[in-house]
């Protein structure tokens, strides 16, 4: 693995709880990138715990919603880990901020490998959370590792389909031409110029006239509440041209033969609520649960402990992990 140089003092957007042991971990994938991840386990247990792997949002750190959900579970009795896909923060890969299909599905899968050889972990009982655009990575990863016993998505994105489509399904194949087109040609100028182009994370300070989710979006990563130095979406943003792979290859082909159970959770008031629900209509079995929150947008599941319903997802992780 390639070493990496990682961050020794607690620079969460969340509290510590004095109720977990906190340490960094690394472990690989199967294309050599080194992942960095924070490994959170309660302070006292006996035997071998169930354990999962948390991952998201799309374009953000371990150090936001990812950790305060693993830390959480780990408050509860589970081993986890939140972990920064390749190219992220503290996870190796050049170029800086670049987006896989592929490699962001192995990542999840990786981070199942590294748990279900820790000595104080049963394998049989690892379960996966994703968080927006990771929610949809869970649901890709869960139709081909049947390692993993129980699926949590939040506040899902599907970015292959916001990647080709634009929200809402609002961008008709001729408009998608043209941005394949202008992404084509950001390649070219990339490589001309040896440099990768990022467009920018959230808009700071945003536009009045944008989308009311976007001004949540600020609140969220431009703000005390979750600004990190390493988010992309807190700063310069994803490398533009990593959208192709998404535009070109849908997530979750196979979600309807998911055999393990998945609990998929949204609120009600979020624009992205239709991600969740036509997802879900997708899913097969009697161990598959929606949960909509009533009054709840998009960033409310990202750090609103009134809100995240952390209780659910413990009792259906404790349901399936066994």
């Known amino acids: 693995m390639q070493e990496l140089k990682l961050t020794t003092e607690w620079d969460k957007t969340f509290p510590k709880s004095d109720k977990v042991n906190h340490r960094k971990v690394t472990f690989h994938n199967h294309y050599g990138f080194t992942l960095a991840a924070d490994l959170y386990e309660p302070k006292s247990y006996e035997g071998k715990l169930p354990a999962v792997a948390v991952c998201g949002p799309f374009g953000a750190c371990k150090e936001q919603a990812a950790g305060l959900y693993a830390q959480e579970m780990a408050t509860r009795g589970f081993l986890s880990i939140a972990f920064d896909p390749s190219f992220m923060g503290e996870s190796s890969g050049e170029p800086r901020n670049m987006t896989s299909v592929d490699i962001n599905t192995e990542d999840f899968s990786a981070a199942v490998d590294f748990l279900s050889v820790q000595e104080n972990v049963d394998p049989e009982k690892i379960g996966i959370i994703g968080i927006c655009g990771w929610g949809g990575m869970a649901l890709n990863v869960a139709s081909m590792d049947t390692r993993i016993k129980a699926t949590v998505t939040s506040t899902m994105y599907n970015m292959s389909r916001v990647s080709a489509n634009d929200y809402f399904d609002a961008l008709d194949e001729d408009g998608r031409y043209q941005m ?143």
């Open 180 to 322: 394949l087109q202008h992404l084509n040609a950001q390649r070219t100028e990339d490589y001309r110029s040896g440099t990768t182009n990022y467009p920018g994370g959230v808009a700071d300070p945003m536009p009045e006239a944008a989308p009311w989710y976007f001004h949540d979006y600020h609140a969220y990563y431009k703000t005390e509440r979750g600004y990190h130095p390493r988010s992309a979406n807190s700063n310069e943003g994803r490398a533009e041209t990593g959208s192709l792979g998404f535009i070109n290859l849908p997530t979750g082909y196979h979600s309807s033969e998911i055999r393990s159970a998945v609990l998929m959770i949204h609120g009600e008031k979020a624009h992205s609520c239709y991600f969740t629900k036509d997802e879900f209509k997708k899913l097969k079995g009697d161990n598959k649960e929606l949960l909509i929150i009533p009054g709840a947008v998009h960033t409310d599941l990202y750090d609103n402990m009134d809100v995240i319903p952390f209780d659910r997802i413990e009792e259906f992780l404790r349901k399936y992990l066994k």
